[in-house]
T-cell receptor
């Protein structure tokens, strides 16, 4: 069965610090990869996605993620976080042949002003 | 409406009762997902509907859980004989394209 593992459960950073959240998945076939974000009191929403092509993808609000196929990883990065980035971040994988969407456990990011 | 709508927003029920949670997806979206969100557990996949295909029920935790999607639109998640461990936020999402899912606000279920 497909699974997604996020390495960090709770991350605390100061503003302007750099961010990297780890994500690994287990699935042998072709996948689409996603990061979703849930800001306090809001719905889950898409942050960025990877379908094919350039393994470095850019999303909203300065976030980017890199797909490394050999490592089954899709880590999320941001060079300089802001207080408004405080949220819960979820990595997700979808096998290309099914469309099923499986999420990791989530990482809570707290940015201190 | 423009987004995914779930009802009720909150539900408190007594242990042993049955509950029904409703999801109205975005019009035209062919895929519909149900997840359960518990503290520290992330988003637990429950069930996935895609068009007219047989649903993927592999995430339903027990036979007390069932879901249907009528006419390719509205979906109902039913939990029979609720238990305290069923308390969680139940999220519905719909999608038209390859996992780009739009989520509802969720139903917070509390079993007392």
């Amino acid at each position: 069965a497909q699974s997604v593992s996020q390495h960090n459960h709770h991350v605390i950073l100061s503003e302007a610090a750099s961010l990297e959240l780890g994500c690994n998945y287990s699935y042998g076939g072709t996948v689409n990869l996603f990061w979703y974000v849930q800001y306090p009191g809001q719905h889950l929403q898409l942050l960025l996605k990877y379908f094919s092509g350039d393994p470095l993808v850019k999303g909203i609000k300065g976030f980017e993620a890199e797909f490394i196929k050999s490592k089954f990883s899709f880590n999320l990065r941001k060079p300089s976080v802001q207080w408004s980035d405080t949220a819960e971040y979820f990595c997700a994988v979808s096998p290309s042949n099914t469309g099923k969407l499986i999420f990791g456990q989530g990482t809570t990011l707290q940015v201190k002003p | 409406g423009a987004g995914v709508s779930q009802s009720p927003s909150n539900k408190v029920t007594e242990k042993g009762k049955d509950v029904e949670l409703r999801c109205d997806p975005i019009s035209g979206h062919t895929a519909l997902y149900w997840y359960r969100q518990s503290l520290g557990q992330g988003l637990e996949f429950l069930i996935y509907f895609q068009g007219n295909s047989a649903p993927d029920k592999s995430g339903l935790p027990s036979d007390r859980f069932s879901a249907e999607r009528t006419g390719g639109s509205v979906s109902t998640l039913t939990i029979q004989r609720t238990q305290q461990e069923d308390s969680a936020v139940y999220l519905c999402a719909s999608s038209l394209d390859r996992g780009i899912a739009f989520f509802g606000q969720g139903t917070r279920l509390t079993v007392v």
